[in-house]
């Protein structure tokens, strides 16, 4: 397979806004992807289509080589997600979110049992396995979302803002272990985040999306050649501009769209 993901011509439509605006882009197998942009600029829009969260207007897009409005189940076993936002049950204890999580995809038992020893040790959190979800540390509970997302063996792993809050350390030793599953497993990462240093020392190839549009994609030399700029954080500036995206704007848009949904159904 050339790309484990294929987008064309990507849209979503919240009334007459644009949160997603005839994007195209592809991710090979095996690649380590930068989704970037400001607040609001369709991010998390475009993961959801991806994830099938949420239904495209209009384009396509393929994962893993199925589609994910006609093949929704088969696109969902292809991927894990960590979301920005806690997923976890706090009141389960470690082994019981795993294992919640594999018998929902239905991994077999001797299997399910076997990998999720494997992946709790990866993560370094097999000996705090009995222990309560709500005792864990932001790091802890981070890493055990990367092993619940890992429990089916998906090609792809999406990752919004997984970083966001944590400490340099455990920030960099949750990439560690990322990098090495990217390694030793083939596991296609695509990730978003606000730490461009992380994207620039991380990431194989970036896209940089703004006010619903992809302005540039490459790797990460190729941006600054582009924008004749020694950094990611400045190539990302002349790119988007230095004028502030505070979470209220990020916030307003959501807003305008979902005012926009309702008054249409109305």
């Keep these: 397979m050339d790309n484990i993901i294929e987008v064309l011509e990507l849209t979503k439509r919240f009334g007459d806004f644009a949160a997603v605006d005839n994007i195209s882009f592809t991710v090979k197998p095996g690649e380590i992807f930068a989704f970037l942009g400001p607040n609001g600029a369709g991010k998390s829009t475009t993961i959801k289509m991806l994830t099938t969260l949420l239904a495209s207007t209009s384009g396509s897009v393929r994962l893993n080589g199925y589609n994910p409005v006609n093949s929704p189940g088969l696109v969902r076993r292809s991927f894990g997600i960590v979301f920005q936002d806690p997923s976890?049950?706090?009141?389960?204890?470690?082994?019981?979110?795993?294992?919640?999580?594999?018998?929902?995809?239905?991994?077999?038992?001797?299997?399910?049992?076997?990998?999720?020893?494997?992946?709790?040790?990866?993560?370094?959190?097999?000996?705090?396995?009995?222990?309560?979800?709500?005792?864990?540390?932001?790091?802890?509970?981070?890493?055990?979302?990367?092993?619940?997302?890992?429990?089916h063996h998906p090609k792809v792993m999406f990752l919004d803002e997984p970083t966001l809050g944590l400490d340099p350390q455990t920030r960099n030793s949750m990439w560690t272990y990322l990098q090495k599953l990217n390694k030793e497993e083939g596991v296609t990462v695509f990730f978003t985040t606000h730490y461009m240093e992380e994207a620039a020392k991380i990431a194989q190839r970036i896209a940089i999306i703004d006010h619903g549009r992809i302005i540039a994609i490459g790797k990460l030399e190729e941006l600054l050649g582009e924008t004749q700029t020694t950094s990611l954080e400045e190539a990302f500036l002349k790119l988007t501009g230095s004028t502030i995206r505070d979470e209220e704007a990020g916030a307003a848009d959501q807003m305008r769209m979902r005012h926009q949904v309702w008054r249409g159904r109305r």
């Design 88 to 151: 976890l049950d706090d009141e389960l204890t470690a082994w019981e979110n795993m294992e919640f999580h594999g018998v929902l995809y239905g991994v077999e038992k001797k299997l399910r049992r076997r990998r999720i020893e494997e992946l709790m040790n990866f993560v370094e959190l097999w000996d705090r396995r009995k222990s309560l979800v709500k005792q864990f540390s932001g790091g802890m509970k981070r890493r055990l979302e990367i092993a619940r997302g890992l429990l």
